[in-house]
């Protein structure tokens, strides 16, 4: 593949090599997706956190985490609990204006933990459907995460919950059968 030539393939590159990092459970390179106060010109050494530019990630079912110590530490604990995660990325949408990127995406994940008996290589897999939003920063470092947000895609109930869908049956009577009252 070429190297991306326009801001939405260097942002698509930029959060796909994000994700990969994550699957490799590379830390250094996790890290190195997110802002840091420097990116910004901002002095780390006196960085104020309600200050513009500090980072936030929401993972499902969690608080929002703001600012990079809090970010990271969330990915070092999912990490360092998690033995396999792999990423199918779809319904990847970019968006650049100016400076500033987003990106929505359904996050397929695939995950196992730790094997629950020893010789067995991994734990049961498991699949889980989430959205995610990622907003990026152009830097002189290439574009870098300011936000990520994800949430969990709840499954959608059948349409046809048994016998007593609300149709009639072959006797014209409502879905049980003989108009008894069911207990």
Not at 11 to 33: I, K, M, P, W
Not at 60 to 89: C, H, K
Request: charged share 20%.
């Amino acid at each position: 593949m070429s190297a991306p030539h326009t801001d939405v393939e260097q942002v698509e590159a930029a959060n796909t090599a994000f994700y990969e990092a994550l699957e490799r459970g590379d830390f250094e390179s996790v890290s190195s997706f997110w802002l840091t106060p420097a990116d910004l010109g901002v002095d780390e050494e006196y960085h104020d956190p309600a200050d513009a530019g500090v980072v936030s990630c929401v993972h499902p079912g969690w608080p929002v985490l703001t600012g990079r110590g809090e970010v990271l530490r969330s990915y070092a604990l999912i990490m360092a609990n998690t033995d396999y995660i792999q990423f199918f990325l779809t319904d990847v949408h970019v968006s650049v204006t100016g400076d500033t990127a987003l990106v929505t995406c359904t996050e397929n994940i695939l995950s196992g933990g730790p094997a629950p008996e020893e010789g067995e290589e991994l734990g049961p897999l498991v699949g889980q459907l989430v959205v995610a939003t990622n907003v990026f920063r152009r830097t002189s470092d290439g574009w870098k995460l300011w936000s990520h947000h994800a949430s969990p895609v709840l499954a959608e109930a059948d349409d046809d919950e048994g016998p007593d869908n609300g149709e009639n049956d072959e006797d014209g009577e409502s879905g049980n059968g003989g108009g008894e009252t069911l207990a």
